[in-house]
């Protein structure tokens, strides 16, 4: 599929909740390259992933609303006028949500139908694009794990994003507003959270890479999993909001699998220095463990014409340049 995305978002209007987060943060610099007119909304709460220093320098040329995003006052304000909503704003932590799975449902549920009763009264027609996951699969019954695979998450993550799912698609098929969901897995790259695993365990390995400690790798490290860099992630995600023909779609994104062991060293590997540990799996991390996954994204190739283009060697080196430059931002 040809789409000329500039064409698509020059001038357009374009809300991006958790806008101060990793992939929220990535996608309001490419929006601004295509010539959008962008609104970021987060609340920077701790526990999640925003951090004002993901948009330094960009700061003076979108609009910053400090809301939650089911704020029916802050929100309801600037809804009217979008064209498009790219709604990123989760809480992702397999660990934290089986700790305060209260706070996880409301974020990723009912702050969801929040904002999605918003769109439905002041904003039918919106574009929206919801970021989802590959958690929602829980552990795979076949590989590579297709649209079509059974949804049974392991963990209250799974279970929260995967009621926000829903609400976004039952809004699509009964009052029919345009939106598509995108299941992620393991983003990586700069502006991601590297204080600790809360997000994804790749923050965490790169924060002991450059701290010069061996990375932490449970188990024997031979579970599978695919990566995706954020640039083509962002490209996925724009894909979907300009493609017509994606409203009321589903699709998976994923990359060539890779295990997790092979993982630690090839990070190793492009940093020019480090190691590793083999330690046990943490009780409460087993109980939740997915084992391989690694995804099947053929519908999106076939449909949008999207591939992953960045390879992984390129993306960890990327990553780690990133954050040899800017480690204070993302450390304290």
Not at 8 to 26: H, P
Not at 306 to 314: A, E, R
């Amino acid at each position: 599929m040809n789409i000329k995305l500039g064409d698509a978002f020059r001038k357009k209007n374009v809300l991006i909740t958790g806008g101060m987060g990793f992939i929220g943060s990535n996608l309001a610099r490419q929006l601004l390259q295509y010539e959008a007119q962008v609104t970021i909304v987060d609340d920077l709460i701790n526990s999640y992933a925003g951090n004002r220093f993901n948009i330094h320098g960009i700061e003076h040329n979108i609009e910053i609303v400090y809301a939650n995003m089911g704020d029916p006052e802050r929100i309801g304000k600037i809804l009217p006028e979008q064209d498009y909503l790219f709604n990123m704003a989760a809480h992702i932590s397999h660990i934290g949500s089986m700790e305060d799975p209260i706070t996880d449902l409301q974020a990723n549920a009912l702050d969801q139908i929040a904002l999605l009763e918003m769109c439905r009264k002041l904003n039918p027609t919106i574009r929206i694009v919801y970021g989802s996951t590959r958690q929602v699969y829980g552990r795979p019954r076949y590989l590579p794990v297709d649209e079509n695979h059974p949804l049974e998450p392991v963990d209250f993550n799974g279970v929260s994003k995967l009621t926000g799912e829903w609400y976004h698609r039952l809004s699509h098929q009964i009052y029919k507003i345009p939106i598509t969901c995108l299941r992620m897995t393991n983003v990586y790259g700069p502006r991601m959270r590297v204080r600790d695993s809360l997000k994804n365990f790749i923050g965490l390995w790169i924060q002991q890479i450059i701290e010069g400690r061996k990375i932490t790798v449970f188990g024997e490290g031979k579970q599978l999993r695919d990566l995706n860099y954020i640039d083509d992630v962002i490209d996925a995600l724009l894909l979907c909001a300009a493609s017509p023909k994606a409203i009321g779609q589903i699709y998976n994104i994923g990359s060539q699998p890779i295990n997790l062991l092979d993982l630690a060293k090839l990070l190793i590997e492009m940093n020019g220095a480090g190691g590793y540990r083999l330690v046990s799996f943490p009780e409460e991390r087993k109980r939740i463990d997915i084992g391989d996954y690694y995804t099947n994204f053929q519908k999106i190739q076939d449909q949008l014409g999207w591939t992953p283009v960045t390879s992984l060697k390129d993306g960890i080196v990327k990553t780690l340049n990133y954050y040899r430059e800017n480690w204070e931002k993302y450390v304290s």
